[in-house]
């Protein structure tokens, strides 16, 4: 079946790293994304891993897949308050298909 | 990246009223175009899928009779709510996908739909 969760929410302090956890069900999605939303605003992608990945590295974000255990992590270094945002998980089994969203993780940075 | 521009941004309109909601891609052709439906606090909903030149395919739950998609052209989808009600009130965001990067969905900036 389809299905991705996520945490709600997380609170973490300026300067701080930030751990958003994501797990999902589909075992031959192929792409797995990491999604902000600002609010009232829509969705800029933040990055995506392939299934055959097991880390991924871009600047201040580092992705991490446990494909075994499902598992999708997004760590968030130095975080800081323009951070703030709500972040959505993303599965999707092959390139035309459509994305399965977890319900989001709203992240909160306190100065 | 690539744009896609969602229009209105927000839009009241009153019940039994039809709105359209229009989704550009400005500098790419897009192939396939998705329309989500995001209530307050929740994650995205996906309503319907649609490729150029045909129907769209509905997810299950979602009146088609309702929610009309047309995908006429590479750069152009529209949604139209219709004979809109206070519970079709919601935020609706459009998503494209292209050829020459089939991995990314590029996002429309969204629509908060109120009707009263």
């Known amino acids: 079946g389809e299905d991705v969760e996520q945490s709600l929410f997380l609170s973490v302090r300026e300067g701080d790293s930030s751990v958003i956890n994501c797990t999902y069900t589909d075992s031959s999605s192929t792409y797995l994304y990491w999604y902000k939303q600002e609010p009232g605003a829509g969705l800029q992608l933040l990055t995506y891993?392939?299934?055959?990945?097991d880390m991924k590295q871009d600047q201040r974000l580092t992705v991490l897949l446990n494909k075994k255990d499902k598992h999708l992590s997004l760590r968030i270094a130095d975080t800081q308050t323009g951070d703030s945002a709500i972040y959505f998980c993303?599965?999707?089994?092959?390139?035309?298909?459509?994305?399965?969203f977890g319900q989001g993780t709203e992240l909160s940075v306190k100065p | 990246g690539a744009v896609v521009s969602q229009h209105p941004s927000w839009v009241i309109c009153k019940s039994g009223t039809s709105v359209k909601i229009e989704c550009r891609s400005l500098?790419?052709?897009?192939?396939?175009m998705f329309w989500y439906r995001q209530f307050p606090k929740q994650s995205l909903m996906l309503m319907a899928t649609s490729n150029e030149g045909s129907k769209a395919t509905y997810e299950q739950g979602v009146e088609k009779d309702k929610f009309l998609i047309n995908h006429a052209s590479l750069t152009l989808s529209t949604l139209t709510v219709t004979s809109a009600h206070p519970e079709d009130s919601s935020f609706y965001i459009c998503?494209?996908?292209?050829?020459?990067?089939?991995?990314?969905?590029?996002f429309g900036q969204g629509t908060r739909l109120t009707v009263v």
């Open positions: 500098d790419f052709q897009a192939t396939t």
């Open positions: 891993i392939f299934s055959n990945m």
């Open positions: 998503s494209a996908l292209t050829r020459r990067v089939s991995t990314e969905a590029f």
């Open positions: 993303a599965e999707r089994k092959n390139q035309g298909g459509k994305l399965i």
